[in-house]
């Protein structure tokens, strides 16, 4: 499906590129097309240069690192800092994948179930007070993350919750976001099948699941993506709950290792590599999706 | 991000909540219970993540288990920053393990839940007799005793010197400077600027525990003090604590340090000495093994050396050392006081955690004779700490520590150097605002 | 052409009729759950934080069983609110910090705001005129820096504005042939328009991390925009520059209003940066709200105060999404 809505995209800026000599004013068009493009390429390689030179970092010694005035281009590219790290014991990054991975893939599965469910409720069903409840919904993105912190610690405690993964996904089941992302997406998809689904005799479930779901992929992938990204970067409320470096995520380790080797950025950098991998496969995989399910949604 | 955050909300149900809450700080901390002897017994012992205190508090927990084959201790390790959060969260709520590894200098604003010292392991004046004044002042609370050190945490008296910068400078700093002057020339000399910006720092002494040690350090050595003897209020606009001032104010002034390229945040003391952007720096010896991996050749050319003084004794501030002591809730308390003898008392197995760990000892018998000359074999860089370990003043049970460091005395000492605040200003807005401590 | 999408599902008679009743449960099965769990994983902890403020907690300190307040974490009403409006010299440490953490956070965010909005709308107007697999390209390197974590971004800028190894002293150094060691993020007497040059730092970091959000959002929403129309405006003989000024931006006023709230919104709410670039420095002037929240409970464990302050930073986000949608409001149909 993605496929055919890139296609046709792409189609239907071609068939406008290739109208454009046809109009009036072409020479200036070429010039400023020329403008165009120098300042985005401008722009880009300032918006890239610090991640580059992050990458670059991470391939270049310590004492490379330490040089005065500092270099660009490793002189002399080395793989060691990646060895280093992934033999340090004091740094088991096996396991913190899995601690971020654990908590970033629940809360995307859980957040897309009932983002998905409450905004097709809220689009497509009438029912009174629906009006005031997604207003409610909505209004619940504003409150801070420090107003609930401290008392969702101070509950944490008494669960017996600190020091569990379980303390950073439990509280992101619903996500005001989600379901406005849901709804306003919603919103574009026809009545026709889901009322003639019900005069075949379909469950509402059935509807939700075998209509409905596989029509929000373009949501979904965004909304997905969205919340890993999200979750697999999270800090503040991670820094509270997990005080056990083995229950630790991404994060916090990294900060953790920033600070015990401030005079070695060398490994930082590495580590800072490795840790924003997972983020571009997700971001790769979902990349497509992600513009057009922005469209669909009410955001414009 | 973009994405409110709403989130970060409270986890629980209502039911878990509301029942919870009854038990919320109701927690009796009286019940000092016994275990009768000889039955099973496992304590737990909470302790800040650190590979070779761990390691040693296990070596001794096996060695004790040997003895005493019916107790078994087990560690549980915290991070540094949330150890402190998670002992202030579980001890009002009594949820805390039986042993507990505290910093001298915490341990009173634990009293309440903490169990005092049985006479029988130990009085205050014995205990007094037995360590240093400083390590040990942090564990009596009001003439009463809560445990005992294991290290003696020191900060101040000698400095890190990078002998190689300094013999390419023409420097000799192994004979130590009899005077201020005679340290500043010296400083000076290794000192490097390019464009009239320094390169590499002289001394670096503008780290957040460093400026504070040297300053309340140098009040004692020009005889004055600044917590009052009832430990109830702070004077710090004193005569001798602008004596202090000067001399730090000569070092900015004199071109040895900027206090705006090198002060906590940037270029911090350890990476600013390892790195070579500062021939010599003020942190305590714990910090040449973190480095020492990674730095050798630092490592190896460096050399402590005890500093110069104010007046006619190295008299400094030191902030207790970690120990052990034990919750009031602990079922076995006899046992964990065993314990806790067994690993600070004992003489040799104090002196041998400390060589594990790469500590000062806190017990003053370990600071002399084979013990001590055991430690310097393998760790060279204490040799300059030794003797100044009976000069050592404990800071005092201050209502809360940090807070005195690093939200008040860091920030005015460090505006003030560099020239952001007058020292008038400085000394009357420190005084008032640790005097407001006290509410 | 919003109206199209955004139209309200009318309801048929005939939908209802015999099914109206598994509709409802439905309805219910879905949304009971689903109240439940904000009631308790939201309202549960405002109404708490609410009720906090009010008193002098610590969870250091034994309070009575009930949520720990009251014995050693006395009620004192409204006595942190009272604080918060002495601003006398001789004010206690806390309230002077957060005076200066309240200066931060909203220097902070109208800064960040229109400065985010000012470039991304252009530049997603720039990128959207792009053909095929260039605007991939540019949307692919501008986003890059949202997938980044801030802890990474900071550790990043931390090293670009080191005062001896940084990237940009280099650069200023090898320019001016005079060796620069100038402490971007802890200097600070370092000033620009009365505005601390750490801030700025901090602003840098988060503009360049953050503009790929509301990047997406505007190519998104400009992709909406039927081809048409710009196709009729260009015969019109319509400049680029008109065509975006009075068609796309217009079209565009409901997107804008949505980003600049959410933009806002969390601006007030950023930590991590904060704490990893200059944690509050130098001389508090980058100790934002959020920060000073954090710093407070979590550190100094007065969390009656910190639940003060936090309910303060509460109004403010909430006054000000309430104004913004009021001063910035187009035809937004729910």
Not at chain 2, 286 to 315: C, K, M, N, Q, R
Not at chain 3, 305 to 311: M, R
């Amino acid at each position: 499906m993605a496929t055919t809505i890139e296609r046709r995209a792409e189609e239907a800026e071609a068939r406008v590129a290739g109208r454009e000599p046809r109009l009036p004013g072409e020479r200036r068009h070429v010039l400023s097309r020329a403008a165009l493009y120098t300042v985005l390429s401008i722009l880009g390689v300032i918006a890239a240069v610090p991640f580059v030179w992050m990458i670059l970092a991470s391939f270049k010694s310590g004492s490379e690192l330490r040089q005065i005035p500092p270099t660009f281009w490793p002189q002399d590219p080395t793989l060691d800092n990646y060895t280093t790290i992934l033999n340090d014991p004091e740094l088991p990054l096996a396991l913190i994948y899995r601690n971020s991975l654990f908590v970033a893939v629940t809360v995307v599965v859980a957040t897309l179930f009932t983002s998905s469910l409450l905004g097709y409720v809220f689009a497509k069903y009438e029912f009174r007070g629906r009006q005031p409840l997604f207003w409610f919904v909505l209004a619940t993105m504003m409150i801070p993350a420090q107003v609930t912190m401290i008392p969702a610690y101070l509950i944490l405690v008494q669960l017996g919750l600190l020091n569990n993964l379980w303390g950073l996904v439990l509280p992101a089941f619903v996500d005001a976001f989600g379901i406005f992302l849901m709804r306003q997406f919603m919103l574009s998809i026809p009545d026709d099948e889901i009322s003639s689904a019900r005069v075949d005799g379909a469950s509402e479930w059935r509807i939700y699941r075998s209509i409905v779901l596989p029509q929000l992929k373009p949501a979904l992938a965004t909304l997905g993506m969205l919340t890993f990204m999200f979750h697999w970067n999270a800090y503040l409320w991670p820094l509270i709950v997990l005080t056990e470096q083995s229950k630790r995520t991404i994060p916090i380790i990294q900060t953790w290792y920033a600070t015990q080797h401030t005079a070695q950025l060398n490994l930082v950098m590495a580590a800072s590599v490795l840790m924003v991998i997972p983020v571009l496969i997700v971001f790769a995989l979902s990349q497509r999706w992600v513009v057009r399910g922005l469209t669909m949604t009410g955001t414009k | 991000m973009k994405r409110p955050v709403m989130r970060w909300q409270a986890i629980g149900l209502t039911i878990v909540l509301f029942g919870s809450a009854c038990t919320f700080g109701s927690q009796d901390s009286g019940g000092g219970g016994t275990a009768a002897p000889d039955e099973p017994v496992t304590l737990r012992l909470w302790t800040h993540r650190n590979k070779s205190f761990n390691t040693g508090l296990k070596d001794l927990a096996a060695e004790f288990k040997t003895a005493n084959p019916n107790v078994t201790i087990e560690l549980e390790t915290f991070d540094y920053d949330s150890y402190i959060q998670t002992l202030q969260t579980a001890l009002p709520a009594g949820t805390e393990a039986d042993i507990l590894q505290m910093f001298g200098t915490w341990t009173c604003s634990y009293a309440d839940n903490l169990a005092p010292v049985p006479a029988d392991v130990s009085t205050v004046e014995e205990a007094q007799a037995t360590f240093f004044d400083a390590p040990i002042g942090g564990y009596i609370c009001d003439d009463v005793l809560y445990g005992f050190p294991q290290e003696f945490n020191i900060e101040y008296g000698a400095t890190l010197v990078n002998t190689t910068l300094a013999e390419a400078a023409g420097v000799d700093a192994s004979a130590g400077w009899a005077s201020w002057d005679e340290f500043k020339a010296d400083a000076k000399a290794m000192t490097e600027t390019r464009d009239d910006v320094i390169t590499r720092a002289g001394y670096h002494f503008t780290a957040a525990d460093g400026l504070v040690y040297t300053f309340f350090s140098l009040i004692l050595q020009s005889g004055g003090q600044f917590l009052a003897d009832d430990g109830t209020s702070f004077t710090i606009d004193t005569p001798e604590a602008r004596e202090a001032f000067d001399l730090m104010m000569s070092m900015v002034d004199e071109g040895i340090i900027d206090p705006e390229l090198f002060n906590d945040t940037a270029n911090w003391v350890g990476d600013c000495y390892f790195e070579e952007a500062c021939a010599m720096g003020l942190v305590g010896p714990w910090v040449v093994p973190e480095y020492a991996t990674d730095f050798p050749e630092v490592a190896d050319a460096t050399s402590y050396v005890a500093l110069p003084t104010l007046g006619d004794t190295p008299d400094f501030v030191a902030d207790s050392g970690w120990g052990l002591t034990v919750s009031a809730n602990s079922p076995a308390q006899n046992v964990a006081w065993e314990f806790i003898e067994f690993v600070t008392l004992d003489e040799e197995n104090a002196a041998a955690w400390n060589a594990a760990t790469g500590t000062l000892p806190a017990q003053r018998v370990n600071a002399e004779g084979a013990a001590q000359e055991e430690l310097i074999a393998e760790y060279p860089h204490f040799e300059a700490w030794f003797p100044i370990l009976q000069y050592g003043q404990y800071v005092g049970n201050l209502p809360d520590r940090d807070l005195l460091w690093y939200e008040i005395a860091y920030p005015h000492l460090l505006k003030a150097l560099q020239g952001g605040e007058s020292v008038d200003d400085a000394l009357a807005a420190m005084e008032s605002e640790a005097n407001d401590t006290f509410r | 052409m919003a109206s199209a999408t955004i139209e309200r599902p009318k309801p048929e008679r005939r939908w209802f009729g015999g099914r109206q009743g598994a509709q409802r449960r439905f309805v219910a099965a879905v949304l009971s759950p689903a109240l439940a769990y904000m009631a308790v994983f939201l309202l549960l902890p405002v109404a708490w934080a609410l009720l906090l403020a009010f008193f002098d907690f610590s969870p250091r300190r034994t309070g009575s069983p009930f949520l720990g307040l009251g014995l050693d974490n006395p009620f004192v009403g409204v006595e942190h609110f009272r604080r918060m409006f002495d601003f006398s010299s001789t004010a206690p440490l806390e309230v002077r910090q957060f005076h200066t953490a309240l200066k931060v956070t909203l220097l902070f965010a109208f800064i960040v705001v229109p400065l985010n909005l000012a470039i991304t709308l252009p530049l997603a107007a720039m990128i959207e005129s792009v053909r095929g697999r260039w605007k991939v390209l540019y949307r692919t390197v501008f986003f890059l820096p949202v997938l980044t974590s801030a802890v990474s971004v900071a550790i990043i800028w931390g090293f670009v504005l080191h005062p001896q190894r940084g990237l940009l002293n280099g650069v200023i150094s090898r320019v001016t042939g005079r060796f620069t060691a100038t402490a971007w993020t802890t200097d600070p007497d370092l000033m620009f328009l009365g505005v601390p040059i750490a801030l700025f730092a901090i602003i840098v970091a988060y503009l360049w991390q953050d503009i790929g959000y509301n990047l997406v959002i505007f190519i998104a929403a400009l992709q909406a925009i039927p081809d048409s129309v710009k196709d009729a405006a260009r015969v019109d003989g319509a400049t680029a520059w008109q065509t975006f000024r009075y068609i796309t931006l217009p079209l565009l006023k409901p997107t804008i209003l949505l980003a600049s709230v959410l933009t806002m919104i969390s601006a007030f709410q950023v930590f991590d940066l904060f704490q990893v670039m200059t944690n509050g420095g130098p001389d508090d002037q980058t100790r934002a709200l959020s920060l000073d929240i954090y710093e407070s409970a979590f550190r100094y464990q007065r969390m009656g105060w910190a639940a003060a302050v936090s309910v303060v930073l509460f109004l403010l986000v909430f006054t000000i999404s309430v104004v913004q949608s009021r001063f910035l409001r187009a035809n937004w149909e729910y």
